[in-house]
């Protein structure tokens, strides 16, 4: 929705200046950070795609075992963020047009604005919640929270977040027998 209704760049108040729907394109990984041109875009790619496998073995691992379900809920939210940023790069480039200076359109498959596996994720959410205060050194007046993300890396993060929380239930570890060695 956003790369077909908005310019690259254009900005939409949702409420007040704290969130804002913000049309940012990223060629690489969490924060706009890329490295290796074409081939580090197909490494990135690359291994996206082996997270993603190995997620979902884990996941299958984890129900064949009954982990706790919410490990598993947890592992699922991974899961879903990862497909969601590799549906991006693998695709986006091939059938939508460049957003730049005008809103993206579907275009025929291949035609679009890069090749496979060389889409750009598209961000969108920004939550600028405070400004640092001007006399706090190097920090002040900047905002808060400057990134701009996707609901994909929203999933991740809060995946992340999850697991550090409970990681005490999640992993249990085995009772360990009190037999004499």
Known sequence: ????S???????QVFGSWFKLHFVENEGMAMGISW????????LTLFRIVAIGVII???YTLIKNTAPKGLIVVMA????????????????GLIFSDS?????????????YKGFMQGNVVDMLSFQLFSIPNWIPMYGGQKFFPFIFNIADAAISVGIILIIIFQKRFFLEPAQENTPK
């Open 57 to 59: 073995y884990y996941i």
């Open 100 to 112: 730049t200076y005008h809103v993206a359109s579907f275009v025929p498959i291949g035609t679009g």
């Open 6 to 12: 908005m310019v690259l760049g254009q900005e939409i």
């Open 36 to 43: 290796g041109g074409e081939l580090g875009k197909y490494s």
């Open 1 to 4: 929705m956003i790369k077909t």
């Open 77 to 92: 939210f991974l899961l879903a963020g990862a497909i969601g940023n590799v549906f991006d790069s693998l695709f986006y």
